[in-house]
């Protein structure tokens, strides 16, 4: 089996995970915009964005550090394994007991003061996340796919679970009849903080997670030898900071849309109940990342293992080449049927009111894909400090832009900072990637390849038939077309790459 086949079928082994765990977002997305509030689901998004950069801090760049450390034929696997853990429980053990212990203030500064609870369990959830990390890392790296998926799969069901019983079945039951409305069934209809129930899910997944690990666990031993903290904390620590970074490119804009939102851009609502329109729009634009998370799991350790082989610059080309036209795809499946979706997924009406943003979230999402793919150099050549001067970049553009476009175009102003943000990172990361790390990419193609989906795109932006329906089949006709013609262009290159296996 060629290169090209092995990590295309790694890639769907670890994505059924990682798929099912935005799919899991992505399809309680109408029960959470059916139960819950704007203003609640606003909370939401701004403590899960803090959770993103929480999650960064917590595993220090030590999973990626690992990866490389046990590449290496003069290691011992075990002490990477265990000093990598160690590490990562001495930074996650003191960060959540500080959170811990500040929940009630730190609920206040978010101006969320009835959340402090919330905080608390985030605490716990980080610190069991943080605790595998590197044992769902050792399993990528031996090549277990089968297992690193059936426990995501497992805990994500749960978790799926766990959101559905409270805020869906024992409702509906109740008012079926099926069930008497006292004990525990009139204990969840009577409890008004429906959003408890969300975070109380996702701290069941976590600690489950840690159970079905136990094996991988049991191998661990704390342990700090010098020699090996000297090697790998300068690899690690650049890894953190472009980690930082690379949430701050994601995540700023949840943070500092309720801040900076102009008084009259949508009238009726509060600016916590627009941030909570836009998350709910942003989840939409969580299909973009589905290819890009999958990949990025099984290309890490792919990327790692065949550096060494001779025709290695040709064959991440070839990656590149076609993980672009599949986000290509799935950028224009669900910008053209964003409406279409949106009538599925979006329960409360004035959720629907963020469609628009959804194409330009996806824009941006496919150039963060892009990046990923192109950030492979410094992580081979061992220059990790350039990711985290590229990172830094991106940041920068983030924070000019949010800052910049909010207060005058509202949540579309943090759309556009995106899209600068990533494609800047593409730019500057292909410019010296080439200098010390060439690959021979084949943009020609690529571009002409975007050009037309932004077209389509665009196209469908500004063309809208009076009928809903003809609409919606209008588009579904336009991307099955589009598909269609990708296959006829570029077929001869997908036989070619076929021949090789």
């Known amino acids: ?44 998004a701004k403590l899960y964005a803090y959770v993103a950069f929480f999650n960064i801090l917590y595993t220090f760049g030590m999973e990626t550090a690992y990866f490389r450390f046990v590449s290496r034929d003069d290691t011992d696997h075990d002490e990477i394994y265990r000093t990598t853990g160690s590490v990562i429980l001495i930074i996650s053990a003191i960060s959540t007991t500080l ?40 399993l990528r790296q031996q090549n277990r796919p089968l297992k690193f998926a059936l426990i995501r799969t497992i805990s994500i069901g749960v978790m799926v679970a766990l959101n559905l019983l409270p805020l869906y079945l024992i409702p509906k039951m109740v008012e079926w009849h099926w069930l008497e409305k006292e004990g525990l069934a009139a204990y969840i209809l009577n ?16 600690v489950l ?28 620590f650049p890894i953190f900071l472009m980690g930082i970074a690379g949430i701050a490119n994601d995540q700023l804009d949840k943070i500092l849309l309720e801040e900076l939102l102009p008084a009259d851009f949508m009238p ?20 973009m990342v ?40 799935l950028f224009i499946g669900v910008s053209l049927n964003r409406e279409l979706l949106g009538s599925f997924f979006l329960q409360g009406e004035a959720f629907k009111i963020g469609l628009n943003v959804v194409p330009l979230l996806l824009f941006a999402k496919l150039f963060y894909g892009v ?35 909010i207060p005058v175009i509202g949540y579309y102003g943090s759309a556009v900072a995106a899209i600068l943000c990533f494609v800047s990172m593409c730019v500057a990361c292909y410019y010296l990637g080439q200098k010390y790390y060439p690959i021979p990419y084949r943009w020609a193609p690529l571009f002409w390849h975007l050009l037309a989906a932004s ?37 001869k290159n997908l036989r070619k790459a076929g021949a090789t296996s």
Do not use: C
Not at 209 to 234: A, D, G, H, Q
Not at 272 to 280: D, Q, S
Not at 456 to 482: H, R, S
């Open 290 to 329: 589905l290819a890009t998370q999958a990949f990025r799991f099984a290309g890490e350790p792919f990327f790692f293992s065949t550096a060494k082989e001779k025709d290695s610059p040709q064959l991440f080309a070839r990656v590149l080449h076609y993980f672009f036209l599949t986000s290509l795809v």
């Open 191 to 206: 409890y008004d903080r429906k959003l408890d129930f969300v975070f109380i899910a996702n701290l069941v997944g976590s």
């Open 1 to 44: 089996m060629s290169a090209l086949k092995k990590l295309a079928g790694q890639t769907a082994l670890y994505g059924v995970s990682s798929i099912l765990a935005r799919v899991f977002v992505f399809f309680l997305t109408p029960l959470h915009t059916e139960v819950l509030a704007e203003s609640e689901m606003g909370i939401m």
């Open 99 to 138: 959170l811990l212990l500040n929940a009630q203030g730190i609920a206040n500064w978010l101006d969320t003061p009835q959340s402090a609870h919330l905080v608390t369990w985030l605490g716990i959830i980080l610190l069991f996340d943080a605790m595998v990390a590197i044992p769902f890392a050792s």
């Open 268 to 287: 009726g609502f509060t600016s916590r109940e627009v941030l909570g329109i836009y998350y709910a729009a942003f989840k939409l634009s969580v299909l």
């Open 371 to 405: 990046y990923i793919n192109l950030s492979i150099w410094f992580k081979l050549s061992d220059r990790t400090h350039y990711g985290t001067w590229l990172s830094l970049l991106g940041a920068g553009v983030t924070v000019t832009g949010n800052l910049a476009l």
């Open 455 to 491: 077209g389509l795109a665009a196209f469908e932006f500004f063309f809208e038939l009076e009928n809903q329906l003809y609409d919606y089949t209008l588009n579904i006709l336009l991307t099955i077309a589009y598909i269609f013609a990708l296959y006829l262009l570029e077929r």
């Open 209 to 236: 997670v840690l159970f079905m690990l136990y094996k991988e666990v049991l191998r661990f031993r704390f342990t700090l030898p010098k020699n090996l903290l000297r090697s790998l904390l300068p690899y690690a």
